[in-house]
């Protein structure tokens, strides 16, 4: 039976085009997925390919006409054994197939998107708590607040100190905090300060300490407990994930857990596979445990701050490569960042980068790289995993209609699996692209410095997936 | 120990108590761990504690513990029975997760072991709130096996937590012999942490009262913790439904002969403190406490399956 084949819609919103060339004439047998036309926009121009096999009966828009409308019939395409009769019938609009739109169709502006109370999605009797709140965007610090550079190591240490000097019931308890100011010298000062009542040093026990934590936490105690490394707090996992995460909720709300497990986590520099792995999603998945990961000195600050303040287990993903960096941090008495709070580095409307601790470092060097090329990234750092801030997310994709994101964890079940499935069931509709999810390599890290550098993200990687949301 | 007759009393209550227990849920419940020829322990460790001092007891007995720190006995049947008036709101077995509200640490992590360390935990927090109450850390020969155990025994002689380790050494973890569970006396282990350990018999109520004495007045005058291991033998089955097919039938018999319960019992008639008479009729009254509360549980309301609630997830 003759079909018509009809303009695409590159993107849900494409209203009309250019019909720039056709690469096939009357009478050519097309198969699936040769390419029949070009198609362009003001902003693209994309190949048109084939659906379904037959021959041209007839091309019923001659090349290089504007303004075709969106589903107008643009050709007729055969059966094998129908005649040209077939064809003029079809033209007259017996049967038609609309062609869906085809993939990688980079499109126009996203801000004629139409309201998100239009789309089909929306419309849904379907529970979506993420998504029904606005976005939180107000500014980290008033405008025109003093900041200075601090590191993020004593941004650290400084949001512990002023918990400290504020609540009697915050204590620091680990391997080193003490005497030694902390492996990686994060607890500077705080014995000299607080004496050893509260910074107290304990021996190589993960179980002992980890124990005690979740005990005085139990007691009404606000302990931060250091792992030199996440990778130690393996040995606890009963501790912060059975007991800790749970108890709020097994015991009927009777005992909850204020505890603040902290320490270095993710791959560091030539330490080997099992001192180089990033916990986000490990820790993410679990009911009961906040997980925050900050990238800045000023988030490092003030959602550590936030973290002792608050009355659930959380867990306090630092970076042992960032340390040492230095940021603005706000000049400010009391300078707390909130959980579940997104932080936009970046404004574009290209794509969305999504990343959140050590990632967004390839994020923000990706970003910068992609504007010399004309690509605007809006990038956003996540902050915190548990609660995780969605709706920043997914107001951006529905801006950007691109994402990508980016952790140095490994790809599968990863964070960044879970926005792609979120934007997926959230924003299905306003995607041009499927979401990008890069990771760590699905590997134990490697010693040589080759491999281990393969291993994690690159900005080369995070630059290619750019290019690829966006069709480029 | 003092000869108060009130404690010796009050310690004959909750051996009965426990002995009622036992009778009543073990009917019921498969699963229930069985405290025959233990009593003595659980009844000397339990009784008598501050309201304010933490509990982390074993799970064989960790009911009698809840009860001897002053919670419902119908609220901890119902929470034997996943019902809605349980402490736990239906969330957690109240037979190993004693009510937080009394003091009673569970065995939340459901593996042996990290109470001991939330036993430290809640001992530090008594030293940094200065409220002279103490912590208590209850557990089996099995579970001494455990890094936990040792992790939290070191920690606490190093800082000198007002703790007080009890190993209610029953000689079999499920069907694991202590001799080849354990590689020596477990409470010479206390000298190469660097505190005083002790072994008593177990199955004298008295002796471990007097044990537990001295280590709670060390443990709350700062003298930091102290290792008590009471060696007594599991009559009972690991749990009820325990086929049992691993042991010797003659040596579960030659303990029962040893009944700690009927030990105490003559003791206290013989120094007249209670008659035979008066305890047949506590026991009586007791097994007819637990079994009207069970039977009440067993007709309370079930959680409405809105009471699932993942907001209860975070505080």
């Known amino acids: 039976m003759a079909t018509q084949i009809l303009m695409p819609a590159l993107s849900p919103t494409m209203e009309e085009g250019t019909l720039a060339k056709w ?54 395409l055969l059966e094998e054994g129908e005649d040209a009769s077939a064809a003029e019938d079809a033209a007259g609009g017996a049967e038609t197939t609309a062609e869906p739109a085809p993939t990688g169709a980079p499109e126009e502006d996203a801000r004629e998107r139409p309201e998100a109370k239009d789309m089909p999605a929306e419309g849904k009797e379907r529970p979506s708590p993420a998504s029904a709140r606005a976005p939180d965007r107000t500014p980290d610090w008033p405008e025109g ?121 993710g791959a560091a520099a030539r330490v080997g596979a099992q001192h180089s792995q990033d916990f986000a999603a490990f820790y993410a998945q ?10 800045s000195a000023s988030d490092a600050k003030g959602l550590l701050k936030s973290a002792i303040r608050d009355p659930n287990p ?34 574009g409307s290209d794509l969305t980068i999504v990343s959140f601790g050590i990632g967004m470092k390839y994020a923000l060097q990706a970003a910068e790289e992609l504007a010399k090329e004309g690509v605007e990234a809006e990038v956003i750092d996540l902050r915190t995993l548990r609660p995780m801030d969605l709706p920043t997310v997914i107001e951006s994709v529905k801006k950007t209609n ?35 999810t890069l990771a760590g390599k699905d590997v134990p890290m490697p010693y040589a410095a080759n491999l281990e550098k393969l291993a994690l993200v690159t900005v080369a990687e995070v630059m290619e997936a750019a290019k690829a949301v966006t069709y480029r | 120990m003092r000869r108060d007759n009130d404690v010796l009393e009050g310690m004959y209550r909750l051996m009965s108590l426990t002995r009622a227990l036992d009778r009543v849920v073990g009917a019921h ?21 501050r309201e304010g001092d933490t509990v982390a007891p074993h799970y064989r007995g960790a009911i009698t513990a809840a009860l001897a720190k002053g919670a419902d006995l119908g609220r901890m049947m119902a929470g034997c029975l996943g019902k809605t008036d349980a402490y736990h709101l239906g969330r957690h077995r109240s ?150 097919d691993y042991r010797d039938a003659a040596e579960i018999a030659a303990w029962r002969d040893r009944d700690p319960v009927a030990r105490y019992r003559a003791f206290l008639i013989e120094e007249g403190v209670m008659d035979a008479a008066a305890m047949d009729a506590l026991d009586a009254k007791l ?26 997830v975070f505080a």
């Not at chain 1, 679990?286 to 990238?295: C, D, E, Q, R, S």
């Open chain 1, 23 to 76: 690469l096939v004439k009357e009478g050519d047998s097309v198969a699936s997925g040769d390419v029949l036309a070009e198609i362009e926009t003001d902003k693209a121009t994309m190949e048109f390919e084939a659906v379904d096999e037959g021959v041209i009966g007839k091309i019923m828009v001659e090349e290089g006409t504007e303004g075709v409308k969106v589903n107008d019939p643009i050709a007729v």
């Open chain 1, 145 to 265: 607040t003093a900041t200075k550079e601090v590191t993020v190591r004593e941004a650290l240490r400084d949001a512990m100190a002023e918990e400290m000097r504020r609540d009697e019931d915050v204590f620091v308890m680990g391997e080193e905090v003490a005497e030694y100011n902390g492996a990686y010298k994060v607890t500077q000062g705080l014995l000299d300060e607080f004496g050893d009542r509260r910074v107290i040093d304990t021996p190589i026990t993960e179980h002992g300490f980890a124990g005690i934590g979740v005990g005085a936490a139990f007691g009404g105690l606000r302990p931060v407990v250091e792992f030199m490394t996440f990778n130690f707090a393996m040995q606890a996992m009963d501790q912060i994930v059975n007991s800790a995460a749970k108890t709020l909720y097994m015991s009927g709300g009777q005992m909850g857990c204020p505890i603040v497990f902290r320490g270095p986590n």
């Open chain 1, 286 to 295: 679990i009911p009961g445990l906040k997980v925050a990961m900050p990238y």
């Open chain 1, 314 to 347: 959380v867990i306090f993903l630092e970076n042992e490569i960032l340390y040492g960096q230095g940021f603005e941090v706000p000049d400010l008495d009391d300078f707390t960042v909130p959980f579940g709070k997104a932080r936009i580095w970046r404004e």
């Open chain 1, 402 to 436: 691109r994402c990508i994101t980016i952790e140095e964890g490994f790809p599968v079940a990863s964070v960044g699996g879970h926005v792609a499935s979120q934007i997926m069931q959230q924003a299905f509709d306003y995607l041009d692209a499927p979401v990008i």
């Open chain 2, 29 to 49: 419940d498969g699963h229930w761990h069985g405290l025959e020829g233990e009593e003595a322990v659980a009844a000397a460790v339990y009784y008598g504690l």
């Open chain 2, 95 to 244: 037979d190993v997760c004693g009510p937080p509200e009394h003091g009673i640490i569970g065995l939340y992590g459901g593996s042996l072991g990290p109470p001991l360390g939330y036993a430290c935990g809640a001992a530090l927090s008594h030293v940094m709130d200065g409220d002279g109450d103490i912590a208590l850390a209850v557990f089996g020969d099995g579970t001494s096996s455990r890094g936990d155990c040792h992790e939290a025994m070191n920690m606490a002689a190093i800082k000198a937590l007002p703790v007080v380790f009890v190993c209610q050494n029953n000689q079999i973890a499920i069907s694991t012999p202590a001799p080849d569970g354990n590689g020596g006396p477990i409470f010479e282990r206390a000298r190469g942490f660097g505190m005083p350990g002790a072994r008593v018999d177990g199955n004298d109520v008295l002796k471990v009262r007097a044990a537990m004495d001295e280590a709670i007045a060390r443990a709350r005058e700062g003298g930091g913790p102290t290792l008590i291991e009471a060696r007594t033998y599991r009559v009972a089955g690991h749990f009820v439904s325990d086929a049992e």
């Open chain 2, 287 to 312: 097994v007819a406490e637990v079994d009207a509360a069970f039977t009440a549980a067993q007709d309370g309301a079930v959680p409405d399956p809105g009471d699932l609630m993942p907001e209860d």
